[in-house]
C-alpha cells in the first residue's frame, strides 16, 4: 500500500488534533506561550478585547504579539510582511477578518497562500438554549483554503470579456482529503462525505473527486460518499443531521461552513481551527467583518472566544480550554446573556462578563 | 421538459437562448418545512450561459487542472435587464445581487458593475449586494428578508437548490429559461428520476407549475391563478398528493383532483 503519510508529510499526528503540533516549534519565555493576536477590521478589535481581557481574567500563560492590521496599516506592505513573520515564529495565532483593501492584494487570502494554512476546520453542533430551524446537527466542514476559486488569477482576455482560473491540483487535493480522513478517525467520526461538482466541471472537480476516493480506499473503517454540492445545500435545510464530516474544495467550503453556521445560530457562535504542516491559526468559522457595527459593541464573542478556547487546548493548556468551552456553552444555552443575533440586546463587553461568571461558578463546584 | 443536461446544455446555447434562468421559491401549503412558519417567497435570476459552466478546462501538467469561469459583460447585463424588468413587472421590491467580487474582484466585479447601471434605470427598485457566503448564512436564518436575487451561473445554480430545498424539495420546483427574440423554455429543476419510471409515482407539481409560468408569460394570467388555486389547495388538503411529500396518490389521481377543484 502506499505511503501516504511519507508523501504528505502528516508526521507524528496528535491524537486529538490529527495534525503534526508535536514537532511545530513553540515560542516560549519563562513558560509563557507567545501568539500571534491579529484583530482585523470591523467589529475585529472589540472580539479580540473578549479574547484578551478572559485571558488575563484566568491568568492563563499566554502572551499575544497583537498586529493590529487594517484598512489603513495595509497601506504599508511592511505591516503585512510582518504579519507573515510573526505567524510563521509563533506557529499559533488568532484571528479576526481583514476587510479587503483598495488595492488589488487580497490579505485574507495571500495569508492562507503565504502560510500555507490549507485546512480550515468548522464543527457545527446545535446549541441547545437557540433556537434554531433544526437541531441535532453535528458536522464537521473541511475545506481546502489555499487554491480552488480562490487562486485570484483573472484578467480581462479582451474588453467585456473576464476569465477566471480556478486551479485544482492532485498533490492539494491529495493533502486535504488525507488532512479529513485522519481528523475523522482521530475524532471518532464515521462518515465523509467529499463535495463536489464533477457533474459540470469534469477535470477540476474530478480530480478532487478523485483524490478522495484514493484516499478512501486507506481508511475502510470510515464509511465514504459523494455527493453534488447543489444537492449538499439542498439536504442541508432539509435533513442536515445526515451530515458528518465534509471535504471540500475552497469555494463550496465557504459556502457549506456558512451555511451550516447559519443552521446552528450564526457568525457569532461558530469557531473554526486552520491547519498547515508547522502552524495553527484560530478564528471564526464564518468570516465577516461586520463593518457597519464596528465600534458598537453589539457584536456577539462568543465565536472567537471559542476560537481562543481552542487555541488553548492545541497549546496543551486542555484543563483551560475546556473550562472556557464550558462556560461559554453555559451561559449559550442558560439564553439569559444574549446579544443581538441569538435574540437578546446585550452587549459583547455583558456577554464576556457572563463569561466570566460562568468560569467563577465553575470554578467554585 | 425534463431533459438531460446535456441536451439542455445544446438548446441554450446553439439557440443563444435561455441567457437568464429565473427559478421561484414560494412556500407551498400543506407541505411543512421547517420554513414555513415564516414563509419564502423569492426568485432567483440565474444567468445562464456563461460564468463556471463555460466548459473550459485544461490539464496544464498532470496533476494540475485549470477551470475557466468566463463573466462578460454583455450575458452579466442581459441577466440584470431581465431581472429588474422582470420585478417590475411583477410588483417585486428589492433585488439583491450575491457575489464574490471580494475574492473574483474582475470577474464578480463585472457582474456587479452591470447590476448597478441596470439598476440605476429602476429607482423604485431597491438594489443592494451581499456576499454569497453571507446570503448562505443569513437565508437559513430568515428566508422571509429575500425577495429577487441575481447572480452569475454557478452560484444560482447552487443557491436555487437550496431555496428549492426550504420550501420542500425539487419536486415543487418550477423554472425559466429566458432567451432572446422571446423564446423562453420551461422546466422542473429535477432529475429524470429514472428509479420511479412507468409507476405513475412522479409529482408532476414541478411541471405543472413551470406551465404555470409559461402561462403568465404567454398573457394568460387568469388561466394560471385559477389552475394554481387548484393545485394549491389539493397540496394543502393533503388527501390526494404523491409519495415524495408524504401522501399515497398516484400522478394521475393527483392530477384528476385538481382537474375537480378546476371544475369546481
Known sequence: ?365 | AVVSTQVREAVVSTQSTGYANVRPAKSVPGVITPYSAEGVDCVIMRENTEGEYSGIEHTVVPGVVQSVKLITREASRNVAEYAFQYAKDHGRKNIVALHKANIMKMSDGMFLEQCREVAAKYPEISYREMYLDSACLKIVSDPSKFDVMVMPNLYGDIFSDLTAGLIGGLGLAPSGNMGKDGIAIYEAVHGTADDLVEQNKGNPTALLMSALMMLRHMGLKTHADKIEGAVLETLKERKFVTGDIGGTATNPEYAAEICRKIKG
Open chain 1, 1 to 365: 500500500s502506499r505511503c501516504i503519510n511519507a508523501e504528505y508529510g502528516s508526521s507524528g499526528i496528535n491524537a486529538e488534533y490529527g495534525v503534526s503540533t508535536a514537532a511545530a516549534p513553540r515560542t516560549k519565555y519563562g513558560g509563557k506561550t507567545t501568539v500571534t493576536l491579529i484583530p482585523g477590521d470591523g467589529v475585529g478589535p472589540e472580539l479580540a478585547e473578549s479574547v484578551t481581557t478572559i485571558f488575563k481574567e484566568m491568568a492563563v500563560p499566554v502572551e499575544f504579539e497583537m498586529i493590529d492590521l487594517n484598512r489603513e496599516q495595509l497601506k504599508d506592505e511592511g505591516a503585512f510582511d510582518y504579519a507573515i513573520k510573526s505567524l510563521k515564529r509563533n506557529g499559533v495565532g488568532l484571528k479576526g477578518v481583514i476587510n479587503r483593501s483598495a488595492d488589488f492584494r487580497h490579505h485574507n487570502v495571500e495569508f492562507r497562500g503565504n502560510l500555507d494554512v490549507y485546512a480550515n476546520v468548522v464543527r457545527c453542533m446545535s446549541f441547545e438554549g437557540i433556537k434554531t430551524h433544526h437541531t441535532g446537527i453535528d458536522l464537521i466542514a473541511i475545506r481546502e483554503n489555499t487554491e480552488g476559486e480562490y487562486s485570484c488569477l483573472e484578467h480581462e482576455s479582451v474588453p467585456g470579456v473576464v476569465e477566471s482560473l480556478k486551479i485544482i491540483t492532485r498533490e492539494k487535493s491529495m493533502r486535504i482529503a488525507k488532512f479529513a480522513f485522519d481528523y475523522a478517525r482521530e475524532h471518532n467520526r464515521k462518515k465523509v462525505t467529499c463535495i463536489h461538482k464533477a457533474n459540470i466541471m469534469k477535470q477540476s472537480d474530478g480530480l478532487f473527486k478523485a483524490c478522495c476516493k484514493e484516499v478512501s480506499e486507506d481508511y475502510p473503517m470510515i464509511k465514504y460518499e459523494e455527493q453534488i454540492v447543489d444537492n449538499t445545500c439542498q439536504q442541508l435545510v432539509i435533513n442536515p443531521q445526515q451530515f458528518d464530516v465534509m471535504v471540500m474544495p475552497n469555494l463550496y467550503g465557504n459556502l457549506v461552513s456558512n451555511l451550516a453556521a447559519g443552521l446552528v445560530g450564526g457568525a457569532g457562535v461558530v469557531p473554526s481551527k486552520s491547519y498547515g504542516e508547522n502552524i495553527a491559526v484560530f478564528e471564526p468559522g464564518a468570516r465577516h467583518t461586520w463593518m457597519e457595527m464596528k465600534g458598537m459593541y453589539v457584536a456577539n464573542p462568543s465565536a472567537m472566544v471559542l476560537s481562543g478556547a481552542f487555541m488553548l487546548k492545541h497549546l496543551q493548556l486542555h484543563e483551560a480550554g475546556d473550562v472556557l468551552i464550558k462556560a461559554v456553552k453555559r451561559v449559550i444555552n442558560r439564553g439569559e446573556v444574549r446579544s443581538r443575533d441569538l435574540g437578546g440586546s446585550c452587549t459583547t463587553r455583558e456577554m464576556t462578563r457572563a463569561f466570566l461568571a460562568e468560569l467563577d461558578a465553575i470554578h467554585s463546584e
